[in-house]
C-alpha cells in the first residue's frame, strides 16, 4: 500500500532491486550441503531479509548442531560472488529509482554485508541513485525488526511515516510496518527465476547434494582459465557463439564437456539426483 505523499523511498536489495535470489540460493545450497544440511526453495524465499548468520544459527539448531557462523557466512558470500556476475536489476523496480532520481530522496536498506551490498549495487549499475547506503553492519537488529529502515530514514532525514518501503519478503514487510512507513510488495511487481524451474528444465544438476552448475562455457573462460575437457583433454572454444558445453561444480571447478558427462559421473561415482 504504497502512499502517494511519501517524501521518502527505502529499497530493500535483495530480491527488490536486484534479482539476487537464485544466485544466493545456489550459494545457500552448495555452502550448507558441506555440512550436511539443506534449504530447501520455499523455505529460503520464506526466511528473505534474515542476516546469513541468523539463517545458519537456525538452520544448525534445528539439527542439534554446532557451526561457526561467521566462518560459514564467509563461506557462503564466497559462493555467492563467483556469481555476481551473473545478476540483473529488477525492471520495474529500476524504472522508479531512475524515474524518482534527483527528485525524491532514496536509500538503500539491507540485510546484506556492505562489501557485497556495494558490489550487488555496482553490478546493477545503481550506485549513484541513493542518498544512503544502511547495511547489516549499521544496526544491531534485522528485520522483521525496524532497525535498518528507521536507520535509513535518519540518514535521509526524513520521519519514518514519511517513508514508503519496496520490499520483496514478509520479513521486510514486518519490518517496514513496525518502523510506520508505507510499503510496496514488489512480488506484485516481478517473479523471480527459480532455481528448481531450471532444474527441471535441464539447466543444471545435483550431484550427492551439490550443484553441478550447466553453463556455456565461453561464459567463465576469463574466471577459471580453463581451455579443455579435464576427462579427454578436447579443447574448448572461447567464442560467444560456441554452443559448446562444459560442466563445474561448486565445489571443485571440475570441466567436463557434454559428450564425457556421463563417463565423468561415473568414474568419480557421482549420481545426477532425480528431478
Known sequence: MPNPESRALIFDL??????????????????????????????????????????????????????DVETFAELKEAEFLRAIGEIGPVPPVMDIVRREHGRTPMAVATSAVRDVAERILRQIDAVDYFDALVVAEDVPRHKPEPDVFLEAARRLGVLPEACCVYEDSEPGIEAARRA??????????????????????????????????????STRL??????????????????????????????????????????????????????
Open 14 to 67: 535483495d530480491g527488490t532491486l536486484a534479482d539476487t535470489m537464485p544466485a544466493h540460493f545456489i550459494a545457500w545450497t552448495a555452502a550448507l550441503a558441506r555440512h550436511g544440511l539443506s534449504l530447501s526453495e520455499d523455505r529460503f524465499y520464506e526466511l528473505g531479509g534474515w542476516p546469513t548468520t541468523k539463517i545458519v544459527r537456525l538452520l544448525a539448531e534445528e539439527r542439534g548442531m554446532t557451526l
Open 180 to 217: 510506520g512507513m508505507t510499503w510496496v510488495d514488489v512480488r506484485t511487481l516481478f517473479t523471480p527465476r527459480r532455481v528448481t524451474d531450471w532444474r527441471l528444465q535441464g539447466q543444471e544438476r545435483y550431484l550427492h547434494g551439490t550443484l553441478l552448475f550447466h553453463k556455456p562455457y
Open 222 to 275: 576469463s574466471k577459471t582459465d580453463h581451455d579443455h575437457c579435464e576427462f579427454c583433454g578436447k579443447k574448448f572454444s572461447a567464442s560467444p557463439n560456441d554452443a559448446h558445453e562444459g560442466y563445474a561444480t561448486s565445489d571443485e571447478y571440475r570441466w567436463v564437456c557434454d559428450e564425457c558427462f556421463e563417463d565423468f559421473c561415473e568414474r568419480f561415482e557421482w549420481k545426477v539426483a532425480s528431478s
